[in-house]
């Protein structure tokens, strides 16, 4: 994504050997400042995954790789593998639900075993660049798949743009590049079909407002601001041509975990025959599960998001405010479950498939039996 004339990912590293520094963008200070930190150490990646200052599925599994790295070159000589096994340990349990997280950590593990101190950094660091590469090459092809089904669409009424309804923000922001469900977006945007895009505002943090809005506006793509409830509506009057989100976690028999409202949207899509595409990479199946209402954690975040509210004032200001009765409590599900039946199709880095145990084992054979 281009940001002020320069291209950035979403995390990357800046000098070399001691120097070498770990840099993100602090996702809870936009749309309204881009604010660029780095992670020094374990605690500081932590922190990061846990405040959100990076968020969305690659992203959490991309900065944990890295925060593997982070934590061997700062690991002392006596009592490296504690080190590092206590700071994976902090990582994995820094949010629940996205499979990525677990994923990259997983990786992490196998490309490290059996090595300490300087080998183990240098282990790590490739490992970390590979993940971190292999996801925006796996978002650029999710992009040429959906891109196909946005053509088709356009076929079907070229005197109109293809209105596509997207939850939450799986755009370059939620992974290293490219984004899942903005990448066909952004593919068939380039390729010049008329796109418009209705963008859920997605209380309680708004990443649908504060980051999708942002990054629409940075590639020009025509957009439009939804309040939450509006999506049942709009498909009632033919004003949706299809939905795309992305997701958290995939169970091998297809049932999605992705922002809470994501199902809201299924239904309504369900009942009014319009598509509704999960576009994720591979790395966010959770191939051990089949049932995802029943088995996928769900995340329970702290109640505040839901009673306080963040913007810019009229003064310029960001400033946060309360917008219900100060002694009202809340809670907060950060997720909720699509059920498969709900979804016409996934669409992956390896192609489009339907979301079924069937459809998903076509594409992956290798986890046949498993
Ligand atoms: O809580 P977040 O912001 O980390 O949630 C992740 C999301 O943005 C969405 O659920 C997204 O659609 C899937 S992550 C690519």
């Given at each position: 994504?281009?940001?002020?004339?320069?291209?950035?990912?979403?995390?990357?590293?800046?000098?070399?050997?001691?120097?070498?520094?770990?840099?993100?963008?602090?996702?809870?200070?936009?749309?309204?400042?881009?604010r660029?930190?780095?992670?020094?150490?374990?605690?500081?990646v932590?922190?990061?995954?846990?405040?959100?200052?990076?968020?969305?599925?690659?992203l959490?599994?991309?900065?944990?790789?890295?925060?593997?790295?982070v934590a061997?070159?700062?690991?002392?000589?006596?009592?490296?593998?504690?080190?590092?096994?206590?700071?994976?340990?902090?990582?994995?349990?820094?949010?629940?639900?996205?499979?990525?997280?677990?994923?990259?950590?997983?990786?992490?593990?196998?490309?490290?075993?059996g090595?300490?101190?300087?080998?183990?950094?240098?282990?790590?660091?490739?490992?970390?660049?590979?993940?971190?590469?292999?996801?925006?090459?796996?978002?650029?092809?999710?992009?040429?798949?959906?891109?196909?089904?946005?053509?088709?669409?356009?076929?079907?009424?070229?005197?109109?743009?293809?209105?596509?309804?997207?939850?939450?923000?799986?755009?370059?922001?939620?992974?290293?590049?490219?984004?899942?469900?903005?990448?066909?977006?952004?593919?068939?945007?380039?390729?010049?079909?008329?796109?418009?895009?209705?963008?859920?505002?997605?209380?309680?943090?708004?990443?649908?407002?504060?980051?999708?809005?942002?990054?629409?506006?940075?590639?020009g793509?025509?957009?439009?601001?939804?309040?939450?409830?509006?999506?049942?509506?709009?498909?009632?009057?033919?004003?949706?041509?299809?939905?795309?989100?992305?997701?958290?976690?995939?169970?091998?028999?297809?049932?999605?975990?992705?922002?809470?409202?994501?199902?809201?949207?299924?239904?309504a899509?369900?009942?009014?025959?319009?598509?509704?595409?999960?576009a994720?990479?591979?790395?966010?199946?959770?191939f051990s599960?089949?049932?995802?209402?029943?088995?996928?954690?769900?995340?329970?975040?702290?109640a505040?998001e839901?009673r306080?509210?963040?913007?810019?004032?009229?003064?310029?200001?960001?400033?946060?405010?309360?917008?219900?009765?100060?002694?009202?409590?809340?809670r907060?599900?950060?997720?909720?479950?699509?059920?498969?039946?709900?979804?016409?199709?996934?669409?992956?880095?390896?192609?489009?498939?339907?979301?079924?145990?069937?459809?998903?084992?076509?594409?992956?054979?290798?986890?046949?039996?498993?």
């Open positions: 994504m281009n940001v002020e004339g320069r291209h950035y990912r979403t995390i990357w590293t800046e000098g070399g050997g001691d120097d070498e520094t770990l840099y993100i963008i602090d996702q809870t200070a936009l749309p309204h400042t881009f660029i930190l780095p992670l020094h150490s374990v605690e500081d932590c922190r990061a995954i846990r405040e959100m200052w990076v968020r969305g599925a690659g959490i599994g991309a900065t944990a790789a890295w925060g593997v790295w061997a070159r700062t690991a002392p000589e006596q009592g490296f593998s504690e080190f590092m096994t206590q700071s994976m340990e902090k990582l994995r349990v820094t949010r629940p639900t996205a499979s990525n997280l677990v994923w990259a950590l997983e990786r992490q593990k196998k490309a490290m075993a090595l300490s101190g300087k080998e183990a950094e240098r282990a790590a660091h490739a490992e970390a660049a590979a993940i971190t590469d292999e996801d925006a090459q796996f978002c650029r092809r999710i992009g040429v798949h959906g891109l196909g089904l946005i053509q088709k669409l356009h076929e079907r009424h070229p005197e109109r743009p293809v209105n596509i309804l997207t939850h939450c923000n799986a755009g370059w922001l939620a992974f290293v590049d490219y984004g899942s469900a903005l990448s066909p977006v952004y593919a068939a945007f380039d390729a010049g079909i008329p796109v418009h895009v209705w963008v859920d505002e997605t209380r309680p943090r708004n990443q649908g407002a504060s980051l999708t809005a942002w990054e629409l506006c940075r590639h793509v025509p957009h439009d601001l939804i309040a939450d409830n509006v999506g049942g509506h709009l498909m009632q009057h033919g004003m949706v041509d299809m939905v795309i989100t992305g997701a958290d976690r995939v169970t091998r028999c297809g049932d999605a975990a992705n922002k809470i409202g994501t199902y809201l949207k299924a239904l899509a369900a009942d009014n025959n319009v598509p509704f595409y999960i994720l990479p591979s790395s966010t199946f959770d599960l089949c049932d995802g209402v029943r088995d996928i954690p769900i995340e329970e975040r702290n505040d839901v306080v509210m963040s913007g810019l004032s009229e003064r310029g200001e960001v400033e946060r405010v309360c917008i219900c009765p100060p002694e009202t409590p809340a907060n599900w950060a997720f909720d479950v699509t059920p498969a039946r709900l979804i016409t199709g996934l669409i992956t880095e390896r192609g489009v498939c339907e979301a079924s145990e069937e459809g998903i084992l076509s594409l992956y054979p290798e986890q046949r039996g498993i």
